[in-house]
């Protein structure tokens, strides 16, 4: 191996470090940045839900597919979803004092967090191409893989209500 693919390689490998120490999550060091943690998370969480819930009464046949609005909001989600894993880099297992539904395996299981958090972002990504196409059937197909993403995720990693 030449000299230059060493030190190619030796600064990958850094920059994936560093971007990975960076998006460790870190013990909060009060109530006070735990609460404002776990705000921010529900603050996206909702945003998540308020563009997710037309698109699930289409899912559960409530309402006519509209692929429009599935391209749409499906984009905006998918933004959202790429953010999640950054929500969860401040660990607020320790401090009770603000309503969580965030599970402990979010933090035990940091790397199956976020690929769960990027399966939803590649959904989201069907769902946008689908509705692009206007294709209603394609559609539906595209709601049912978000649904699944978002199913695998709480299942693992929310309180059930």
Not at 14 to 29: C, F, K, N, P, S
Not at 85 to 101: L, Q, W
Request: net charge positive.
């Amino acid at each position: 191996m030449n000299r230059v693919n060493q030190i190619a390689i030796a600064t990958a490998l850094a920059t994936l470090g560093a971007v990975a120490a960076v998006q460790a999550a870190t013990v909060a060091a009060s109530q006070a940045d735990a609460t404002k943690a776990i705000e921010a998370r529900k603050a996206t969480f909702k945003e998540i839900k308020d563009l997710n819930d037309p698109l699930g009464k289409m899912l559960k046949r409530q309402a006519p597919i509209d692929p429009a609005l599935v391209a749409v909001n499906a984009a905006k989600i998918q933004v959202l979803a790429g953010k999640l894993p950054g929500n969860f880099t401040v660990d607020t297992r320790n401090f009770k004092g603000t309503e969580t539904s965030a599970l402990d395996g979010i933090w035990n299981s940091e790397a199956d967090f976020k690929a769960k958090a990027d399966a939803l972002v590649t959904a989201t990504g069907d769902a946008v191409t689908a509705g692009k196409s206007g294709d209603a059937g394609a559609t539906q197909k595209a709601l049912i893989g978000i649904g699944k993403a978002c199913g695998s995720c709480h299942d693992a990693y929310k309180t059930k209500q």
